[in-house]
């Protein structure tokens, strides 16, 4: 008989994990001088390094769940996290581009299936009332990941070579992989063989879609302005590179008081919730704006640690609202649905990403909050109508 494992544990094994995967995302946007050296190849060549990892997570968190579905769970997360230490150990000792690229998909592959699968993991291993909370923990080890890994292992690859960056990453992977041996439990609840007609059932149910919209909205609305947030700090706040660091960790901070705190407020009410901090989001890029407007750095300051607050405070509410969604149309196919939702939120940053790039080389950095206010308000929209919808459908149930 297995010795019960403390959901508590098991929730850090997978924070663990996702702090190892947090920082290999973007850790060769850091990189990227160097590699370009290394390789002698152009600027745009070197990063592909950040764009085809995301094309990887987003096309490999549904395709892998299809082939996965039938694997114990725990089998499942030591796979991942071989796979991820493969993938950033071949990128360490690539002796060319190409294989650094093929490195990178690798680790974006069994990035996109961990997060899938660790979502469900976190919300199985604790009670109902709790789920939303234990999203939030297991996120949170991204969000380190942004305040830590993500500097620590530019540092490292700065201050040696940008190879020592991939060798660090894949030290944290095996940390990772001995936390989840001890600490994820042997009997979870397995989804069964996913068929490709799971994707017919998902795309067909139109509340999951809307969910996934809202994701890809809601949470890439902040990219817009978040992805230009160094060049507006010193051009429209005239904060210096040294002080740029030491407020973007200040925000990575402020995320992680986010992420708890929107995880809290998601337990009881996912959807209602989302409405609330899609608002405050809302308003929050919107006095960064006024902030440019007006030029003040104090008052610029205080917008982008109030932005950090609310940046990802919607992330464990848009997850567990799917999965939810998932257990009332689709029971058979909730973890690829969560998987689905995955590649909505990298959708999202590309989107976001996209939008503000066009804003920023067609108008100005300034107006980026106001194109990713305007995205978030999309989602606002979309989940008010979701709750109106889930409301009429309660009064008919009573009927």
Known sequence: MEKKVSPSLTLLALAINAFAIGSTEFISVGLLPMIVKSFDVSLSTAG??????????????????????????????LLIMLIFIAGNLLSAFAPTFAVLIIGRIIASLAHGIFMSTSTVIAADVVEPSKRASAIAMMFTGLTVATVVGVPLGTFIGQQFVWNMS??????????????????????????????????KRIFTNKPLVMSFIITALGYGGTFAAYTYISPILEDKFHFSASAIVIILIVYGLMVAVGNTLGGRFSNKNALKSLVNMFGLLILSLAFLYISILVGNSILGLLAVIILGLFAFMNVPGLQLYVVQLAEEYVPKDITLASAVNIAAFNIGITLGSLVGGQVTSSIGVSLTPVAGAIIVALALLLTINAVRSSQKDLVLEEI
């Open 166 to 199: 991939f060798i660090f990453i894949s030290v944290i992977g095996l940390i990772g992989l001995l936390a989840s041996y001890l600490l994820v439990p042997k009997n979870l609840p397995i989804p069964g063989r996913v068929d490709l007609k799971g994707f």
């Open 48 to 77: 592909l390094t950040v764009s085809l990892y995301a094309l990887g997570v987003t096309i490999g968190a549904p395709l892998l769940t299809i082939f996965t579905g039938h694997l114990n769970r725990k089998t499942l997360m």
